[in-house]
């Protein structure tokens, strides 16, 4: 089993920059072999990709509506990753969720994460 747990969200003003954290921990996990991805959901709205960090490469993955505003990374001796989102919009506001997955490719579909956080949510005031 693989516990999630996200922290980082509140509210910030449009322009301004937020860092996400996940804490990965389950008995054999680890964050270094392990695909870490992040995803939002708006209100009302179905749940979209937003990046993922590919394990155990270095590979990154990001959406195109923050490509050039985020950055995802890890610090495996945390068993952590971050996401830092910088300019954010009113249109970013979401509640942001930390998924794992073994899988390689196709990261950007959530059907292919095994374990997910509950969440931090981010408010974006215009």
């Known amino acids: 089993q693989v516990q999630l747990v996200e922290s980082g969200g509140g509210l910030v003003q449009t322009g301004g920059s937020l860092r996400l954290s996940c804490v990965a921990s389950?008995?054999?996990?680890?964050?270094?072999?392990?695909?870490m991805g992040w995803f939002r959901q708006a209100p009302g709205k179905v749940r979209d990709f937003v990046a993922a960090?590919?394990?155990?490469?270095?590979?990154?993955y990001y959406s195109d509506f923050v490509k050039g505003r985020a950055t995802v990374y890890r610090d495996n001796a945390k068993n952590t990753v971050y996401l830092r989102l910088n300019n954010l919009q009113p249109e970013d506001t979401a509640v942001y969720y930390c998924a794992t997955t073994r899988a390689q490719e196709g990261v950007e579909s959530e059907s292919q994460y095994n374990y997910w956080g509950q969440g931090t949510q981010v408010i974006v005031s215009s």
């Open positions: 960090v590919v394990g155990p490469y270095v590979a990154t």
């Open positions: 389950g008995r054999t996990f680890s964050t270094l072999t392990n695909t």
